[in-house]
């Protein structure tokens, strides 16, 4: 008897389970028909399109490339490299420039993974660019921003300071 009776229950759960599962299937068909049927996409893809609107004004990205050809047309870019004496590149060299009849540094950076540095200043002046880092001798370029050129590439060769063996 228990057996009949465990059967029956196990027939009664699975019927229940698979009723269920039907109802769920033909509710989700239904919202999907009406999603399909009423959607605005649907309604404008049948309507007939409309003209074409004239030139649109200029884009985003064209206006912001403008303004910024604007905003730097005036400038000047000191780019290089720093080398350590064995000739692999130098990352943390501290590079400070100023104008020549200034005594104040305006622009710094240091140098990166690779020794690579660039710093954009106005052109139409005289630059002086100091490089240094710890162990190493102090060096100083001039740079003419006057020449009409654009920018200026710099390597700078680092030298060890004396009585120093870091």
């Not at 698979?18 to 769920?24: F, P, T, V």
């Not at 240094?132 to 020449?147: E, F, H, I, P």
């Amino acid at each position: 008897m228990h057996r009949l009776t465990s059967f029956r229950h196990r027939i009664s759960v699975k019927y229940r389970s698979a009723k269920l599962g039907r109802k769920h299937f033909i509710y989700s068909v239904a919202v999907l028909a009406a999603v399909v049927l009423l959607s605005p996409w649907r309604t404008a893809a049948q309507e007939a399109p409309a003209e074409a609107p004239a030139a649109p004004a200029e884009s985003s990205s064209q206006q912001k490339a403008g303004s910024t050809a604007s905003r730097h047309g005036n400038d000047f870019l000191v780019r290089g490299t720093v080398f350590a004496p064995n000739g692999l590149a130098l990352p943390g060299a501290e590079l400070r420039i100023r104008r020549t009849r200034e005594k104040k540094f305006q622009w710094q950076t240091v140098s990166n993974s690779r020794g690579d540095f660039a710093v954009r200043v106005k052109m139409g002046a005289d630059y002086e660019v100091l490089v240094r880092a710890k162990g190493y001798q102090q060096q100083s370029l001039q740079v003419d921003a006057k020449t009409g050129e654009r920018f200026k590439d710099l390597v700078f060769r680092m030298q060890r300071q004396e009585g120093k063996k870091s």
